[in-house]
C-alpha cells in the first residue's frame, strides 16, 4: 500500500527556522497537508499544497513539493517555544483516502 | 462553531471486554472518520462514513470492530471483545464532504487495555 515517511525528531534553538521532512510514495497524490498535534489533542491542520503546485508560503510556514521525488517539507521560520509539538504529513490520494506519516516530535529550545 | 466532540476521553478495559466510543462532529459535516492512532504512529483510517453510508472501511478489523452512523450525525465505534494490540487513541474527524475538504479532528479516546 502506499506510505508516508518522516524522521522521527527534530530538535532547534528557539529563533532558528526549523525544516521538517516527508516522503510519500503514491502516484496519484491530489493534496499534501500538514498536520500539528498538541500533547493530549487531535490533529490541528495547519497547511496543504495542491499536487501540481512546488511551494505555498503562509506566513511563517513554507511548504515545498518535489512532486518528482514525491518529497515534501514544510520549513518554520523564527521558531518559538509554542511550536513544539508533533508535526504530521499526510497525502490525500485519488480515491481521496488519507495516509498520515509517523510525525515528527519538534522540540524548540529556549 | 462547536467543535468535534468525543467521549469518553479515556478508557481502561481488560482483554476480551467490550468498549464503544462516541463521537458528535461539526454541525453540517457529511463526512466523519474514524482513525486508530497507536503510540508513536500516525493516524490509520478505520472507517469513512458519507452520512450514514460506509464510504472505506478497508482498514477495519471487522472481526472485532464495528462502527455505525445511523442517522447521518453522530457515530459510535465498538471493539469486541479487545486485544491488548487495540490500545490507542481514537480520533474522530470530520469535513465538510468527502474530498480535499479540511478535517477537522476531537480530542480522541485514549484506550488502555490490559
Known amino acids: 500500500g502506499e506510505d508516508v515517511e518522516q524522521s522521527l525528531f527534530l530538535s532547534v534553538r528557539e529563533g532558528d527556522s526549523s525544516v521538517i521532512n516527508c516522503t510519500y510514495t503514491?502516484?496519484?497524490?491530489?493534496?499534501l497537508y500538514w498536520y500539528k498535534q498538541e500533547p493530549g489533542a487531535g490533529l490541528q491542520l495547519l497547511t496543504y499544497?495542491?499536487?501540481?503546485?512546488d511551494m505555498k508560503q503562509d506566513q511563517r510556514l513554507t511548504v515545498l513539493l518535489n512532486k518528482k521525488d514525491k518529497h515534501l517539507s514544510l520549513r518554520i521560520a523564527d521558531t518559538q517555544t509554542g511550536d513544539s509539538a508533533i508535526y504530521f504529513c499526510?497525502?490525500?490520494?485519488?480515491?481521496?483516502?488519507?495516509?498520515f506519516g509517523t510525525g515528527t516530535r519538534l522540540k524548540v529550545l529556549a | 462553531e462547536a467543535g468535534v466532540a468525543q467521549s469518553p476521553r479515556y478508557k481502561i478495559i481488560e482483554k476480551r471486554q467490550s468498549v464503544a466510543f462516541w463521537c458528535n462532529p461539526i454541525?453540517?459535516?457529511?463526512?466523519l472518520y474514524w482513525y486508530q492512532q497507536i503510540l508513536g504512529q500516525g493516524p490509520k483510517l478505520l472507517i469513512q462514513?458519507?452520512?450514514?453510508?460506509?464510504?472505506?472501511d478497508s482498514q477495519l478489523p471487522k472481526d472485532r470492530f464495528s462502527a455505525e452512523r445511523l442517522k447521518g450525525v453522530d457515530s459510535t465505534l465498538k471493539i469486541q471483545p479487545a486485544k491488548l494490540e487495540d490500545s490507542a487513541v481514537y480520533l474522530c474527524?470530520?469535513?465538510?464532504?468527502?474530498?480535499?475538504?479540511?478535517?477537522?479532528f476531537g480530542p480522541g479516546t485514549r484506550l488502555t487495555v490490559t
Open positions: 499526510a497525502d490525500l490520494s485519488g480515491t481521496y483516502k488519507y495516509i
Open positions: 462514513f458519507q452520512n450514514n453510508g460506509v464510504v472505506d
Open positions: 499544497i495542491f499536487s501540481n503546485m
Open positions: 454541525s453540517g459535516h457529511a463526512t
Open positions: 503514491d502516484s496519484s497524490s491530489t493534496y
Open positions: 474527524a470530520s469535513s465538510l464532504a468527502t474530498g480535499p475538504y479540511e478535517q477537522y
